[in-house]
């Protein structure tokens, strides 16, 4: 459900700035640090590919599959919730290769938030580095795509302070009887 709401939100936000923003124009929010500027990238983040869009969108297509097999996977709302902000970003940026100019596979994805010219981004981008944050975050505490924190038994969800109460402790070894000739010494 995330991934879809990801994937609209960035399909629509790039038909607005395709509609609102001219090619190169900068429209400062922020001072020089965010403003809106639109451009068309052949390439992944920070331009790194322009001349391999093919290669770019077979990676992605093949990024795009591991992120839906973990999300199968997935019993935790954590890891839900991170890898549907991943596979809509990608399936946001993917849609962009695949149906627009110049073609299928080699289509320009559509960015226009500026980031102070450092680089220039979209909508899905912003949700597939919250997604990643959050795996990692998930990954480097011992999180699970089950829920499951390493060495525990129960779901990370289970418990808001982190630690598992359903934790069974061993059983007490059960007392044994003494003969008369113990108790006497």
């Given at each position: 459900?995330?991934?879809?709401?990801?994937?609209?939100?960035?399909?629509?936000?790039?038909?607005?700035?395709?509609?609102?923003?001219?090619?190169?124009?900068?429209?400062?929010?922020?001072?020089?640090?965010?403003?809106?500027?639109?451009?068309?990238?052949?390439?992944?983040?920070?331009?790194?590919?322009?001349?391999?869009?093919?290669?770019?969108?077979?990676?992605?297509?093949?990024?795009?599959?591991?992120?839906?097999?973990?999300?199968?996977?997935?019993?935790?709302?954590?890891?839900?919730?991170?890898?549907?902000?991943?596979?809509?970003g990608s399936?946001?940026?993917?849609?962009?290769?695949?149906?627009?100019?110049?073609?299928?596979?080699?289509?320009?994805?559509?960015?226009?938030?500026?980031?102070?010219?450092?680089?220039?981004?979209?909508?899905?981008?912003?949700?597939?580095?919250?997604?990643?944050?959050?795996?990692?975050?998930l990954t480097?505490?011992?999180?699970?795509?089950?829920?499951?924190?390493?060495?525990?038994?129960?779901?990370?969800?289970?418990?808001?302070?982190?630690?598992?109460?359903?934790?069974e402790t061993?059983?007490?070894?059960?007392?044994?009887?003494?003969?008369?000739?113990?108790?006497?010494?």
């Open positions: 459900m995330l991934a879809l709401v990801t994937l609209g939100l960035d399909q629509a936000s790039k038909v607005w700035a395709l509609g609102s923003l001219d090619d190169g124009h900068v429209v400062p929010l922020v001072g020089d640090v965010l403003s809106l500027r639109l451009i068309r990238n052949p390439g992944a983040a920070f331009s790194i590919g322009d001349s391999s869009t093919v290669v770019m969108t077979a990676l992605a297509v093949a990024i795009t599959i591991a992120v839906v097999v973990a999300a199968w996977r997935a019993a935790s709302p954590r890891w839900t919730a991170a890898l549907g902000l991943l596979l809509g399936l946001g940026n993917l849609s962009d290769r695949f149906f627009r100019e110049p073609g299928p596979g080699r289509g320009h994805v559509i960015d226009f938030i500026d980031y102070g010219g450092l680089f220039v981004g979209n909508v899905a981008d912003i949700a597939i580095v919250l997604g990643a944050v959050v795996v990692v975050w480097f505490t011992g999180v699970g795509l089950d829920g499951v924190r390493a060495g525990r038994h129960a779901r990370d969800e289970d418990t808001d302070d982190g630690e598992d109460e359903t934790q061993p059983a007490a070894e059960p007392a044994q009887e003494q003969t008369k000739g113990e108790r006497d010494a």
